[in-house]
């Protein structure tokens, strides 16, 4: 691993499946995905039957809670060290990946694979770190994916960062030189359950071509008045897991071990806010416990004072879903964001009754096929790529799952993995 401390990254130590496993079996989705929809995990274990497969180490959080969680966990802290007594993973030399995904929706979308310092992250509010939280941590998450970590020889990320770069210095350059160079792909794989198909390039630590991605991101950072350089844009609680797993391993290291101690980094996928494949959609939610009638006449008691209305769509919007649409409109919200609306009014309903429940939902559709009884959908509006970091650096944070980057099934898949331990 060569670290560059000014950008709070380095060039990680990466593995990769063996040669001959099926990378459509070994590349599994992210585990906060699809959290209310278990057939998605039943069908994603028949495809991954019969061979290695990322799926073995992850715990999908549709799991959370079940039966099966204990079991579930164990198993991963068996299977991660066997697979790298067997060889199922076997490591590159330090560097980057340059990653391209495309989907039904997208014909590409590009990335770096880079490890992030975890000292140079934050999700505490107000904080001026290089890589920042962009929503608010539900701190009660973190525990489950500390478990895993912390039993675990590996990382598998779904963590994506996002960079601030029109001019697409970083990314793009380095996937034009190494277009010119000749470098052929190190995996290059459809994915699993209709999710498109993805390549990786690797690009050896100390190349003209990796000097170019540390000098582009030198530039980027020089450019914001407080050093930002990185916004988590999927992952933030794997993130904030990872963190307060290091915060514990950092404790029983002599001072000299911590600069550089594996579980001092988290691999991720960094991606270019402006990259054409990559679109902002809102994190949706869907309320159990209440019908969409019931939800409307609360709502209109919670709202009364900001301008409730059905009958318009002018001022802050969020559309109540099930038989037919029904458009929210506030003229005075308690929020700037119509997610922060929307959440202040949800909070206080799950504190009114401990019955209630409520899922954050990616993919209009998945709403929409969950919207029925007593199970109300509502869809939120996306926010603005363009004033992004800008909002950030600004105010902070945003509401807890605002937005998210595509639909689901264009979320990361763990393919690259990266031991944490010495």
Not at 258 to 280: M, Q, S, T, Y
Not at 298 to 317: H, I, V
């Amino acid at each position: 691993m060569n670290i560059f401390r000014d950008l709070g990254c380095a060039a990680p130590d990466i593995l990769l499946p063996r040669e001959g496993i099926d990378l459509k079996k070994w590349a599994v989705i992210a585990c906060d995905q699809y959290t209310s929809e278990l057939s998605y995990w039943t069908d994603a274990e028949k495809e991954a039957a019969g061979s290695p497969s990322s799926l073995n180490l992850i715990l999908p959080e549709v799991y959370l809670g079940s039966d099966s969680e204990t079991a579930r966990l164990a198993s991963i802290a068996e299977t991660a060290p066997k697979y790298l007594e067997d060889g199922v993973l076997n490591p590159l030399p330090t560097g980057f990946i340059l990653t391209d995904r495309s989907t039904s929706l997208h014909p590409s979308r590009k990335g770096l694979m880079i490890a992030v310092d975890l000292e140079a992250y934050s999700y505490e509010e107000g904080n001026t770190n290089i890589c920042r939280a962009t929503e608010g941590t539900v701190i009660s998450r973190i525990p489950p994916r500390i478990r895993i970590r912390a039993n675990s020889p590996l990382e598998l990320p779904h963590i994506m960062l996002l960079i601030d770069d029109p001019e697409d210095i970083v990314i793009g350059k380095a996937l034009d030189m190494a277009k010119a160079e000749g470098i052929k792909p190190v995996y290059d794989t459809d994915l699993m359950l209709g999710s498109g198909h993805i390549t990786g390039t690797f690009i050896e630590d100390g190349t003209p071509i990796a000097k170019s991605i540390v000098d582009g991101l030198t530039a980027i950072k020089a450019r914001s008045s407080t050093g930002l350089l990185f916004l988590v844009g999927d992952g933030n609680h794997s993130l904030a897991s990872a963190k307060a797993h290091w915060e514990n391993v950092r404790k029983g290291l002599a001072e000299e071990e911590k600069a550089d101690h594996p579980a001092r980094f988290a691999l991720a996928e960094v991606v270019n806010i402006h990259d054409k494949g990559l679109d902002f959609e809102p994190i949706h939610r869907v309320f159990f416990g209440m019908s969409r009638e019931t939800f409307l006449k609360e709502a209109e008691e919670f709202f009364k004072d900001n301008g409730f209305r059905t009958d318009c769509s002018e001022g802050q919007t969020f559309v109540v879903t099930g038989e037919k649409d029904i458009t929210v409109s506030l003229s005075n919200p308690p929020h700037s964001l119509a997610a922060g609306s929307l959440q202040l009014f949800i909070d206080a309903m799950l504190s009114k009754n401990p019955s209630f429940t409520v899922d954050y939902i990616h993919g209009e559709d998945s709403v929409r096929s969950l919207a029925k009884g007593d199970a109300t959908g509502i869809l939120l509006p996306a926010i603005s790529k363009d004033t992004f970091f800008a909002t950030v650096d600004k105010n902070g944070v945003f509401p807890r799952k605002t937005f998210s980057m595509g639909e689901a099934f264009e979320k990361r898949f763990y393919l690259e993995a990266r031991k944490i331990v010495k």
